[in-house]
């Protein structure tokens, strides 16, 4: 039994008179590729809000690597380990490719633009960036300015700029929304390939993917945690289909 990389203790959440995370106690193990599914409203960006830091629990707490994380900023949650993807307008579309993770790279290096670095530096610091592009298939693509990518290969730059910061924990809140739904397919695949050495939480609406890629779910009803479990118990969970796969609510 791995330890859990993540997990929050009764992560409470109440906007005024409207609850929107219930006492979530939720673990995730390094290696995995989990999903997390439920209907719109279910609190799912919120528990990932929560999660990062982005806004503050009522009351439970949230341990990153065995540490609690809970009064942490965002930024020092990225340090230790936890990395969300970035807004698509956080890359800099007319920088190449490769260019984009070597100042997310730079950044964590603590580098930043000055003191000008070594030829050999910037060398090794490119060759980090063509390896984790290698990762996400993207490597044939370095050397072209952003704004050229279809827009499927945009969302793994704003990955691959996540892999930077050398994530021990990936949160993906839906990476495949506004995909053409011939390219989402790839992204998951791309993604589960990430998990076999960190682990992967990822939003995504579409079940099909869901079910083929995930090796767990936990399913958020209500800010409620209704079910947690492999796609084959989840599938089969007659509570889950009936308040949620039941309905074609992520249709
Ligand atoms: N800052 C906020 N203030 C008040 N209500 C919010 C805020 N953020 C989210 N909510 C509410 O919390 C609920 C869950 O939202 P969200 O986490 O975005 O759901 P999901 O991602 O599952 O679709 C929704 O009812 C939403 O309106
Ligand atoms: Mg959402």
């Known amino acids: 039994m791995t330890a859990a990389i993540l997990e929050t203790h009764a992560l409470h959440k109440s906007f005024g008179a409207l609850t929107v995370a219930q006492n979530i106690n939720f673990s995730l193990e390094p290696g995995t590729f989990e999903a ?5 409203g279910a609190g799912k960006s919120t528990f990932v809000n929560l999660l990062t830091g ?6 439970g ?9 809970t009064a942490l900023s965002i930024e020092s949650r990225v ?14 579309n007319s920088l190449t490719v490769a260019e984009n993770v070597i100042l997310a790279l730079d950044e964590h290096h603590g580098q930043g633009w000055r003191p000008l670095p070594s030829p050999s530096r910037r060398r090794i610091i490119r060759e980090e ?20 990518l279809p827009y499927g290969r945009q969302r793994l730059v704003e990955i691959a700029i996540a892999l930077a910061l ?4 990936l949160l993906l809140d839906e990476p495949a929304a506004g995909i053409p739904s011939t390219e989402t397919g790839t992204i998951i695949e791309v993604l589960e390939s990430l ?10 609406h579409d079940m099909d993917l869901v079910f083929r890629f995930a090796q767990r779910i936990t399913v958020l009803v209500q800010g409620a945690v209704l079910a947690r479990g492999t ?10 289909k009936a308040v949620y796969l039941g309905e074609g609510i992520h249709a």
């Open 36 to 40: 997390l599914i439920g209907p719109n």
């Open 54 to 59: 982005l806004i503050p629990p009522t009351s």
């Open 61 to 69: 707490s949230v341990i990153l690597d065995g540490q609690d994380v």
């Open 79 to 92: 340090k230790r380990g936890m990395v969300r993807t970035f807004q698509i307008n956080t890359l800099f």
């Open 129 to 148: 960036a063509y390896e984790i592009l290698g990762r996400l298939g993207l490597d044939a693509w370095g050397n072209r300015e952003v704004k050229e």
């Open 166 to 169: 050398r994530p021990k924990v």
């Open 195 to 204: 998990a076999s050495d960190l682990a992967v939480l990822i939003i995504e």
């Open 231 to 240: 796609p084959d118990e989840i599938a089969n969970n007659d509570t889950v």
